[in-house]
């Protein structure tokens, strides 16, 4: 395999144990798949696959899509259902300074 593509899985194995529940990764149904479905598609000397660089396009693409789901997480819970927030609070979270600060 080549080092972006060994990045690539490196990068979506990582992505999945942050969203696991499950102690061990050898537990993982997803990552045997994934696994499975690397080795299925790894070049070799006397052909070239069309289907390693479609495998790079898809761990790209589904790398993408679980750290967007991550960071879209940690931005709701951070800006989302809190309840209602004095002025103060509100004033610090977008940055503004009230007119009695000394900051």
Known sequence: MSQGIVRSLRQLLSEIRH???EKKRQDSLLIKYIMMQFHKHKETDQQLCKA???????ASSYLCYLQSQRRYEAIYNQYHAKGERSVRETADMVGFKLPHDTK
Do not use: N, V
């Open 19 to 21: 969203i696991s529940s």
């Open 52 to 58: 390693q660089e479609e495998m790079k396009f898809l």
